[in-house]
């Protein structure tokens, strides 16, 4: 896709990549070094503050809000690029369009565009606040030769009945252990949470006796990923944990992993949210 822009600021969103168009740079066709920007957003809104980037990594079902300066491309083309392919071209204008300048308008146009040091203050969810953890496995089933026949969530196929079911306004912990190869953007309807961290896990003993055997300390969230989030990349041999409120309606919804091959061959599964029970 071409998109015309002019060479001052331009906010372009990057959503919903498909797993080969991860990692995506900017590079005008003057230089061999990437364009940086700015992501002011994730899949929830705005972070707290800007985060100064010159690649980011996005799975499917991710979005970023992204600020990109092109005043130093202009009359240049600019490339969105993965590791792997093209995906977009920006075509920048050689010059800014100029407007007469009136006493009027020289009161009321707006100053060169200059990115606010804080965007949306985020509070933090306290792990305290969790009423209960949930521990759930990402599973792959392999035939005689090696060949993948289906991917799962907690190694269960979607009509079997539901077992995951958090109350209304309700805080939980959910802990997502990948024991398969891949990475996984697990999605949850309706909610929004945060992520938590990661960890590094021995795969083997788990699926030998679901021994939880750590590999290495936890790893905090990074910039990008601290905002509200409803997808969070989960990856192999990999304990990775959310936490999140379930504020909306009573009702069934469902969490899946977001690549498409993947959630249409099993990995996905029901949770319902359920009213509190009244006092008696």
């Known amino acids: 896709?071409?998109?015309?822009?002019?060479?001052?600021?331009?906010?372009?969103?990057?959503?919903?990549?498909?797993?080969?168009?991860?990692?995506?740079?900017?590079?005008?066709?003057?230089?061999?070094?990437?364009?940086?920007?700015?992501?002011?957003?994730?899949?929830?809104?705005?972070?707290?503050?800007?985060?100064?980037?010159?690649?980011?990594?996005?799975?499917?079902?991710?979005?970023?809000?992204?600020?990109?300066?092109?005043?130093?491309?202009?009359?240049?083309?600019?490339?969105?690029?993965?590791?792997?392919?093209?995906?977009?071209?920006?075509?920048?204008?050689?010059?800014?369009?100029?407007?007469?300048?009136?006493?009027?308008?020289?009161?009321?146009?707006?100053?060169?565009?200059?990115?606010?040091?804080?965007?949306?203050?985020?509070?933090?969810?306290?792990?305290?606040?969790?009423?209960?953890?949930?521990?759930?496995?990402?599973?792959?089933?392999?035939?005689?030769?090696?060949?993948?026949?289906?991917?799962?969530?907690?190694?269960?196929?979607?009509?079997?009945?539901?077992?995951?079911?958090?109350v209304l306004n309700t805080t939980e912990i959910w802990e997502f252990i990948n024991l398969t190869e891949d990475t996984h953007p697990i999605h949850l309807h309706l909610v929004r949470f945060q992520i938590l961290d990661r960890r590094r896990i021995d795969t083997g003993a788990f699926l030998t006796d679901r021994t939880l055997r750590f590999i290495g300390n936890r790893e905090p969230v990074g910039p990008t990923e601290a905002g509200w989030k409803d997808t969070v990349r989960v990856p192999p041999g990999t304990l990775t944990r959310i936490i999140v409120p379930f504020h909306g309606y009573p009702g069934r919804y469902v969490w899946h992993c977001h690549i498409l091959e993947h959630e249409d061959n099993e990995m996905m599964r029901p949770y319902e949210i359920v009213a509190a029970p009244t006092p008696a």
């Open 1 to 166: 896709h071409d998109h015309p822009a002019n060479e001052s600021s331009f906010r372009p969103e990057a959503a919903h990549l498909p797993p080969e168009r991860r990692n995506p740079l900017l590079y005008p066709d003057s230089s061999p070094t990437s364009l940086p920007f700015h992501m002011i957003g994730s899949d929830q809104g705005l972070l707290t503050s800007p985060v100064p980037l010159e690649r980011i990594e996005l799975s499917p079902g991710e979005r970023a809000d992204l600020i990109v300066d092109f005043s130093s491309c202009a009359g240049q083309n600019v490339e969105l690029t993965s590791d792997l392919l093209r995906i977009m071209q920006f075509r920048v204008s050689a010059k800014t369009a100029k407007t007469a300048v009136t006493a009027t308008t020289a009161k009321t146009s707006p100053p060169a565009s200059k990115l606010p040091a804080t965007l949306s203050p985020i509070d933090r969810i306290p792990e305290t606040a969790a009423v209960l953890t949930r521990r759930l496995t990402l599973d792959e089933h392999l035939n005689l030769a090696d060949q993948s026949m289906d991917m799962m969530l907690n190694n269960t196929p979607w009509h079997m009945p539901i077992t995951e079911k958090p």
